[in-house]
């Protein structure tokens, strides 16, 4: 049986000859990949597991993150350090108001020695890419995404360019600074399937924090913090999404997941409710979640620890409601208390 292990050097590490269980609804070995993935983690990061938990959740259900947080609480070490984990490829992309979709996507540049155009791969081309303060550039350079997101290909010149089966777009934004930055449309928000707030460390974690930097911790240098690359690839991370196919859904369980975003829609303090993207996203979180925790089943928990990052962004406040300082967490965990749990 494949699953965790630790290696020579005390590193965790994941079996590299694992057998699949297309016929068992055994799910241990996703389980053992998200100790992976947390024990890696925690060698860098500390605290957060929540937020480590949710990229993986969005990793394996071949979705997009939107990371909120102020400058510092490590929204760009943890990326990151998941792709160094997975052995992916890495590519950061600073927004800033003067980037063009074509410094995004790239271009084909002509030679003259060969008189032919080639395409120069912008930074979109790679695993995991990382959209730095994406609501610094106009809504012109944020709908480039859109398409990669989307259909995972881009277009150039009229000519389709797809992307690797572990592409991946991880956004940060500052939610306090608005001087220079421009808001997402709403078009874009929908296509992320998950939206973070990276909180602040607490007292004991911030003092875990500089305990490491006064012992010499180097963020940039992952290798001599202990991470192993390669810990996990991506044969293990296409197997494991195979795997979640095993998870039963009970009737009882998809119609809570439908009533819970209905609901949405009806509330008295919304706008704008969650269309049938955000059903569609909450069941399959709800399923990755599930399998993460080694069960082949989804209970009434796994919906509701995913249905906050799955519908906040999804959700538009009135304006009276929010004048009255009323915010989308508040108004999410109301209706998940008002939506009958099914037995």
């Not at 937020?51 to 990371?67: K, N, P, T």
């Not at 934004?173 to 992320?192: C, H, I, K, W």
């Not at 009806?266 to 599930?290: D, F, M, Q, T």
Request: aromatic residues 6%; proline residues 6%.
């Amino acid at each position: 049986m494949s699953g965790y292990t630790t290696g020579l050097g005390g590193g965790a590490q994941w079996d590299a000859a694992p057998t699949p269980r297309e016929s068992s609804a055994d799910l241990s070995e996703l389980a053992a990949l998200r100790q992976v993935v947390i024990a890696e983690m925690s060698k860098v990061i500390v605290g957060q597991e929540a937020i480590v938990e949710h990229l993986l959740v969005a990793l394996l259900a071949r979705g997009h993150v939107l990371l909120e947080g102020v400058p510092g609480v490590a929204k760009t070490l943890m990326v990151k350090t998941l792709a160094h984990i997975i052995e992916a490829d890495f590519n950061r992309i600073q927004f800033t108001p003067d980037l063009m979709p074509a410094d995004i996507i790239g271009t084909n540049i002509f030679n003259l020695q060969d008189q032919s155009f080639h395409l120069v791969q912008g930074p979109i081309f790679t695993d995991m890419c990382l959209a730095d303060e994406i609501n610094r550039a106009p809504a012109k350079t944020q709908s480039a995404l859109l398409e990669a997101m989307e259909e995972r290909s881009v277009t150039i010149d009229g000519k389709r360019h797809s992307l690797g089966p572990l592409f991946m777009v991880c956004a940060t934004q500052n939610p306090v600074e608005s001087e220079g930055t421009y808001p997402l449309p709403e078009a874009q928000l929908d296509r992320f399937l998950l939206k973070l707030k990276v909180p602040y460390p607490t007292a004991a974690e911030e003092d875990a924090i500089l305990d490491r930097f006064n012992a010499g911790f180097d963020p940039h240098d992952l290798a001599a913090a202990g991470v192993q690359r390669g810990a996990l690839t991506g044969a293990h991370v296409e197997r494991a999404r195979e795997q979640i196919r095993l998870v039963r859904v009970e009737p009882s369980l998809i119609q809570y997941v439908r009533r819970v975003v209905h609901a949405t829609r009806s509330s008295s303090s919304l706008l704008l409710g969650g269309g049938p993207r955000a059903s569609i996203y909450l069941l399959i979180c709800a399923k990755v979640a599930a399998a993460l925790r080694g069960r082949d089943f989804v209970t009434p928990d796994d919906v509701k620890f995913m249905a906050f990052p799955v519908l906040r962004h999804r959700l538009v406040l009135e304006p009276e409601v929010e004048i009255e300082g009323v915010t989308t967490e508040e108004v999410i965990g109301q209706l998940l208390n008002s939506v009958e749990v099914p037995r």
